[in-house]
């Protein structure tokens, strides 16, 4: 019984160790734009709004241009772009989550009651006897308590705005992800994929993005 014991909490955490390092990013996005279904050719140059590491920002802005691309855009780095997009991403507020985990060993299965009548047969007749008894279950495996531990998460924010010649608005979208991770750089490349799953979306329909980190 031990090592069936042994066994099955074995199995257990090594399935949640598998599952917490699936890497993973959830996003809430929300999108409002003025933007055809696909661009025609358009040119875009890329922006920082605020001041980040050259290097950190231009490859976020490579991947924000690759999405723009697959758009239907072209993109320019003079200052007669037909769009001009504006790029930022920051951390916010930190606070810690109490959680609990599952205590896993053997419980009580309980006793399992019978009663029941026995008939002999005799050479002057037949007599009924009553028997009643008890059965001792065998333990089985269940929850016996809770673990509490405690866990810090973070929330990441990317902001992206596309403006056209003229200075006007033509699409603003944002992404909020909140994880135990503190490193942007881990997180906002799925961020930008988030907001740009079914690019440029419905306006003013905020969905609920799940990406794959790489």
Known sequence: MKSLFKLCVLALFTLLGACSTIPRVESDVSRFHKLPPRGNGQTFAIEAAGDYPELEFATYASRVAAYLQTYG??????????????????????????????????????????VGTVTTHKHNGHRHDVYSGATYNSPALGVVGAQPY?????????????????GRSVFEGRATSTGPNPELSAVIPAMIDAVFTGFPGESGSPVHVVVKSR
């Not at 037909?82 to 896993?104: C, E, F, K, N």
């Open 150 to 166: 405690s866990y810090t998460v973070h929330d990441r924010h990317l902001d992206l705005e596309i403006r056209d010649r003229r």
């Open 73 to 114: 855009w072209a993109r320019s780095g003079g200052a007669r772009a037909d769009y001009m997009v504006r790029l930022s991403y920051r951390r916010g507020a930190s606070r810690q989550i109490l959680d609990s985990t599952p205590i896993i060993g053997p419980v009580d299965s309980g006793v399992s009651y019978h």
